[in-house]
Nanobody, 126 residues
Framework: DVQLQAFGGGAVQAGGSLTLSCATSGFPFDDYAIGWFRQAPGKKREGVSCTSVSAGMTYYADSVKGRFTMTSDNAKNTAYLQMSSLKPEDTAVYYC???????????????????WGQGTQVTVSS
């Protein structure tokens, strides 16, 4: 079965950096879309980024373009979200998600992902 484990959250000051990790198992890494969603108290869940190795495609929400970067280490079946120039509005629980690539209409939507990690808290102070 698909398993996802998110790590790397913490508390930083505005302008700082963090890198989140998503360790995966139970599926062929290259055949899946891997993504990150976030949710802050009182706000709707928002897509942050997603990628497909086989499609050579990576998506970033407008709010994080130029500041966040998804990378992966295929040998370790691990995806990363490198975050820099963090803002207080980036404060949220960040979730790693995964689903088979090529079967959904839109991989920027939370409903497209059947597998979710436990989430990791990111707090950015002003």
């Amino acid at each position: 079965d698909v398993q996802l484990q998110a790590f790397g959250g913490g508390a930083v000051q505005a302008g700082g950096s963090l890198t989140l990790s998503c360790a995966t198992s139970g599926f062929p890494f290259d055949d899946y879309a891997i993504g990150w969603f976030r949710q802050a108290p009182g706000k709707k869940r928002e897509g942050v980024s997603c990628t497909s190795v086989s499609a050579g495609m990576t998506y970033y929400a407008d709010s994080v373009k130029g500041r966040f970067t998804m990378t992966s280490d295929n040998a370790k079946n691990t995806a990363y979200l490198q975050m820099s120039s963090l803002k207080p509005e980036d404060t949220a629980v960040y979730y790693c998600v995964a689903d088979r690539w090529g079967f959904r209409q839109d991989y920027t939507l939370a409903a497209s992902y059947d597998s979710w990690g436990q989430g990791t808290q990111v707090t950015v102070s002003s």
